[in-house]
């Protein structure tokens, strides 16, 4: 069961609109397979209650309304009458799954508390509602006071709710703990379906999760990236590909999806994650030594059961100062290009050289770096030959420029809101008639160094979508791609960066630079139906 709509929006600064979490709800269950989702609180919110809605709705229409749930407090008829008016037919019940919870937190005795949750159960069943109960706490109510569990247990087997959920609130157990309390649980009921819902704290929530598995638990809990309060709940991948690779037991999850809604919900509210992160992470599928990548020439001898194309990546072989020539020869095999040794010699010297000053270079920056080694004219595709920015209090930024291709220089000169505004105006008017159309600017991103030194390298990263569609780019609308530029200066690193986007802008397109004048070229643009004059 996945929790990301519920427990994974209790993360910090983390909330979804009612469009983005149908989305997910979607993707969750129609794509991934996911085998129940827990999608919202109830009496949280009227925004809480739009997205409950939508979701039922969908999920009726699609006949898969069984495998949404929502939490709800055992509060007599108020969180049942709320899921019946958002469309549910599933009530996952919260308990106090501990003593010291009950008698502190609610205040009240043991009895009183099993009174209002068989209360609140009988409730639900007359309005049909299928109901599993939450034990919040159970981890430290297991272990502190066996008698409190027993009996409130014992009470749910004897109204039949369908699941129990041993929840590790505090993610305090170990894989140890686990094995001795979930095996506890199972042999003591072993009639009660119970499963088991981990947090992170101690990083052990994938790990508690295979144990609870093992000890007889017949589900478990997840959240999409980890997200959750505090150090989050178990996340869905890597339980996943723990669960395929480490037990005899199968899910129904498409694993090759995982990347695709783990990069989604990291963009909806922001939240990045980590890119080590495991099964998911930008950089996982990355070999940065040398050896790795010989090794994996010579006979895949470092991969393992986590294969990139499984969860829809692919294997990346950084070059940096730790680069041999097995990395260099698999980035160049991927990008068809053929080195004689000389060559392949002298660029790799040069990556390590920039590995020195703490520049990793990527598989795109690759052409670039060959024709600057080798120094052949006809690879020099577009050129800022010369630039200049001006900007004083008081005046607008101006920029001037020349750019050069193939023996054309155009220059031109423009004022902006800023340095880099005015140097992108220039840029536009100088370009125009080598026939060039820049992309639209969709990211902008400088990352210095920690230590705070003024001449650390400056690491400008933009993202340019493609969006003019003229004869020659047409087949490229709507394409994104990211360069990047470094110096020790921000202006000039992004003034690489944009250089770059020039030849990437030519190279992607195929074709020579349409030299028509601009009246002909928007004429056709407009398949020929603008007036003349």
Same mark, same amino acid.
Request: with cysteine; aromatic share 6%.
């Given at each position: ?71 709800? $407090? ?8 709320? !899921? ?11 308990? #106090? ?21 068989? %209360?609140? !159960?009988? *409730? ?71 499963? $088991? ?30 997200? /959750? ?72 001898? $470092? ?37 004689? %040794? ?27 770096? !060959? ?34 291709? #193939? ?12 340095? $880099? ?13 080598? /026939? ?7 990211? *902008? ?19 340019? #979508? ?29 003034? !690489? ?37």
């Amino acid at each position: 069961m996945d929790t990301t709509l519920r427990d994974g929006e209790q993360t910090a600064n983390v909330s979804y609109t009612p469009t983005e979490k149908l989305q997910l709800a979607r993707m969750l269950v129609a794509e991934l397979e996911v085998d129940r989702i827990e999608v919202a609180s109830t009496r949280v919110s009227a925004g809480e209650m739009e997205s409950a809605r939508a979701i039922t709705k969908w999920a009726k229409s699609a006949r898969v309304i069984q495998r949404i749930e929502m939490l709800g $407090y055992s509060d007599g008829r108020k969180s049942v009458d709320w !899921i019946a008016e958002a469309g549910g037919k599933v009530l996952n019940l919260l308990t #106090k799954g501990s003593e010291r919870h009950c008698l502190q937190q609610l205040g009240q005795e043991p009895a009183e508390h099993r009174a209002r949750v068989a %209360e609140t !159960i009988r *409730y639900a069943r007359r309005k049909r509602l299928t109901v599993n109960v939450y034990l919040e706490d159970w981890s430290n109510g297991v272990r502190d006071s066996f008698d409190y569990v027993f009996a409130m247990v014992q009470q749910l087997r004897e109204l039949r709710v369908a699941r129990v959920y041993l929840a590790d609130t505090l993610g305090v157990l170990s894989p140890e703990d686990v094995t001795r309390f979930v095996g506890l649980m199972t042999a003591t009921f072993p009639a009660v379906d119970f499963e $088991y819902h981990g947090h992170n704290d101690y990083g052990l929530a994938t790990a508690n999760c295979l144990a609870a598995i093992a000890a007889g638990a017949r589900g478990v809990h997840t959240s999409v990236n980890g997200m /959750g309060e505090r150090a989050g709940n178990a996340s869905l991948a890597e339980v996943v590909a723990a669960i395929h690779d480490h037990t005899d037991c199968r899910t129904s999850v498409r694993e090759e999806r995982l990347s695709s809604i783990s990069q989604l919900v990291a963009t909806f509210p922001g939240k990045e994650i980590s890119a080590n992160t495991p099964i998911v992470g930008r950089d996982v599928y990355t070999q940065t030594a040398g050896i790795h990548a010989d090794g994996d020439a010579k006979g895949d001898l $470092y991969a393992t059961r986590l294969a990139p194309g499984r969860f829809g990546g692919a294997r990346r072989y950084a070059l940096g100062k730790l680069s041999g020539k097995a990395s260099l020869d698999q980035n160049l095999a991927q990008l068809g290009i053929v080195l004689p %040794e000389d060559d392949r010699d002298q660029v790799l010297q040069r990556i390590v050289e920039l590995g020195d000053r703490k520049h990793v270079v990527t598989p795109d920056d690759l052409p670039y770096l !060959i024709a600057d080694v080798q120094k052949t004219p006809e690879d020099q595709l577009v050129k800022i030959e010369s630039w200049r920015v001006d900007v004083a209090s008081g005046e607008a930024p101006r920029a001037e420029i020349a750019v050069a291709y #193939k023996g054309q220089l155009e220059k031109a000169d423009a004022t902006g809101d800023g340095g $880099y505004d005015a140097f992108m105006n220039a840029l536009k008017k100088a370009v125009r008639p080598l /026939g060039l159309e820049i992309p639209a600017l969709t990211d *902008y991103r400088v990352r210095i160094p920690p230590g705070g030194r003024t001449g650390a390298l400056v690491e400008t990263t933009i993202t340019w #979508k493609i969006e003019a569609p003229s004869p020659a780019s047409r087949r490229l609308v709507g394409e994104s791609f990211t360069t990047l530029g470094v110096d020790s200066d921000q202006l000039a690193a992004a003034v !690489i960066a944009t250089e770059k986007m020039l030849n990437a802008i030519v190279s992607r397109r195929g074709s020579e630079p349409d030299r028509r004048p601009a009246r002909e070229r928007r004429r056709a643009e407009d398949g020929g139906t603008r007036a003349s004059g």
